[in-house]
């Protein structure tokens, strides 16, 4: 299945970052049991990290594509915690998107599908998952968007 994730994302022209390095004391993923928890992963883009608040300096557009972002982030994760083995993911249970918006911004549900329809993608049916996706005034370094990861893994 690894490879055939790696491939998936390659057909849209997609290729996993490295995985990046936590920037608190935290660990960027933990096994518990039969599951992989990812800690919030941020948006980076040609190495830039993606910053502002939708609907005030960055748009709807924008926003998706850096949840899309996390969403490549989040699989590298993924992958660094299992060994380099993306076989052992069975199905995504959760995302937890967090999007940088003005309070009249309301879509954050529209910004949360650019990780959510990734996820689909690279994983087919196993990547259709619950979701949350809420509006909050400030994330670290000024991210536009941060998601966390809940996956079931054999």
């Given at each position: 299945m690894s490879d055939t994730i790696e491939a998936?994302?390659?057909?849209?022209?997609?290729?996993?970052?490295?995985?990046?390095?936590?920037?608190?004391?935290?660990a960027?993923?933990?096994?518990?049991g039969n599951?992989?928890?990812?800690?919030?992963?941020?948006p980076f883009?040609?190495?830039?990290?993606?910053?502002?608040?939708?609907?005030?300096d960055?748009?709807?557009?924008?926003?998706?594509?850096?949840?899309q972002r996390c969403a490549l982030m989040l699989i590298a994760q993924m992958k660094a915690a299992l060994g380099d083995d993306l076989s052992r993911v069975v199905r995504?249970?959760?995302?937890?998107?967090?999007v940088n918006s003005a309070g009249s911004f309301t879509d954050q549900a529209k910004v949360a599908n650019g990780?959510?329809?990734?996820?689909?993608?690279?994983?087919?049916?196993?990547?259709?998952h619950a979701r949350s996706a809420v509006?909050?005034?400030?994330?670290?370094?000024?991210?536009?968007?941060?998601i966390d990861a809940i996956v079931q893994i054999g």
């Amino acid at each position: 299945m690894s490879d055939t994730i790696e491939a998936k994302l390659a057909d849209l022209g997609l290729t996993l970052p490295t995985p990046a390095a936590p920037v608190a004391t935290y660990a960027p993923a933990v096994i518990a049991g039969n599951l992989l928890h990812i800690s919030g992963q941020l948006p980076f883009d040609d190495g830039a990290l993606m910053t502002g608040r939708v609907g005030e300096d960055r748009d709807l557009d924008y926003a998706a594509h850096a949840a899309q972002r996390c969403a490549l982030m989040l699989i590298a994760q993924m992958k660094a915690a299992l060994g380099d083995d993306l076989s052992r993911v069975v199905r995504i249970v959760k995302l937890g998107v967090f999007v940088n918006s003005a309070g009249s911004f309301t879509d954050q549900a529209k910004v949360a599908n650019g990780a959510s329809e990734l996820m689909i993608a690279a994983f087919g049916d196993a990547g259709r998952h619950a979701r949350s996706a809420v509006g909050v005034p400030v994330l670290p370094l000024g991210a536009v968007v941060e998601i966390d990861a809940i996956v079931q893994i054999g």
